[in-house]
């Protein structure tokens, strides 16, 4: 089953379970599929349903950092909600020894040396990892890596 139809099958058990919550977070990551299928004219598979599903989570965190700055519990708290709806629909990540490894590896492959090289290491790591790490951590993992 492709992670659309997961998405949809959880939107209706949401909905037949009155979840506002998820159905608030899944409706919201429909509409992102649906809107980027519209721009690309093509559907999304599942590596570019990932990756709308880490962005959703970026901006959760990025929420959440400016409600601490506001002092705002009850923002804070709606956020982590979604991230952990969110993190349902995400394979499960590699650890950071099992990244960091990919991460040598490529700067290998692709004899990276500074960090004007992080462009090309970045463009292939992203696509071995499958979203099963987000980007800020792997591009963390490159500048360590690169910068040694």
Known sequence: M????????ELKIA???SNTDVKRVIRM???SVKNLE???GKLLNDDE???IIHKEIKSRNEVIDGARLSNRQDLINEAENDIKILNRFLPEGL???ELK????ETIVEVNAISISDMGKVMK???????????GNEVSQIVRELINN
Do not use: F, N, W, Y
């Open 2 to 9: 492709s992670l659309k139809e997961d998405l949809s099958t």
């Open 15 to 17: 909905m037949k379970e």
């Open 29 to 31: 990551v429909i509409a």
């Open 38 to 40: 519209i721009d690309k």
């Open 49 to 51: 349903v990932i990756s």
């Open 95 to 97: 650890s950071h020894e």
């Open 101 to 104: 490894k990919i991460v040598q």
């Open 124 to 134: 292939l790591v992203l696509p071995k990892i499958g979203g099963r790490a987000s």
